[in-house]
């Protein structure tokens, strides 16, 4: 099942984009980062890869034509926040309580036309809630969606002393 490791985030958001650009070009989406600083977590790492991978497929899919993915990393205090942020349609304001639910849509027809299982949210949810996360989303119907996932810092200096 794989041992927890403590993983700065940065290389596996590089990976994640690396995957998807081809994705992103051919949806004309542009791709940016935005790294305060590194983020030193415990985690599967294939966990973080596949909740960073989820959000930012999601952010790539459901954009507009010429819109822009952000990924960014900081920390506040003790915590890491990585917030993926699109530009795209949004989600309306009663199916945002529900889109990690498992096989909830937004919209059947769109997620059909975009190949979505309905699984991926509710997925991405359980694999932070297990690596000690929370995860939320914020969004504007016609401007874009901002999901933000908090992961407690694995300092390891700390645990020497």
Same mark, same amino acid.
């Given at each position: 099942?794989?041992?927890? *490791?403590?993983?700065?985030?940065? &290389? ?32 599967? !790492? ?10 930012? !497929?999601? %952010? #790539?899919?459901?954009? #507009? ?35 990690? !639910? ?12 975009? %190949?979505?299982? %309905? ?18 989303? *914020?969004?504007? &119907? ?9 992961? &407690? #810092?694995?300092?390891? *200096? *700390? !645990?020497?002393?």
């Amino acid at each position: 099942d794989g041992e927890c *490791e403590i993983v700065g985030m940065i &290389p596996t958001i590089e990976r994640v984009t690396r995957m998807l650009s081809p994705l992103a070009s051919e949806n004309q989406i542009t791709i940016h980062h935005d790294f305060k600083s590194e983020c030193p977590i415990l985690i599967l !790492e294939d966990d973080l890869y596949q909740i960073i991978f989820n959000l930012a !497929e999601n %952010g #790539i899919k459901y954009n #507009i034509s010429g819109g822009t993915l952000t990924i960014s990393l900081h920390r506040e205090s003790d915590n890491a926040i990585l917030q993926v942020i699109d530009t795209g349609m949004g989600i309306p304001e009663d199916a945002l309580g529900h889109i990690f !639910e498992r096989f909830f849509r937004v919209d059947k027809a769109r997620s059909r036309k975009s %190949g979505g299982s %309905g699984l991926g949210l509710s997925i991405v949810r359980n694999m932070v809630e297990r690596n000690n996360g929370t995860i939320s989303v *914020e969004s504007t &119907p016609g401007k874009g969606s901002v999901f933000t996932v908090v992961f &407690p #810092i694995f300092d390891t *200096e *700390e !645990e020497m002393t």
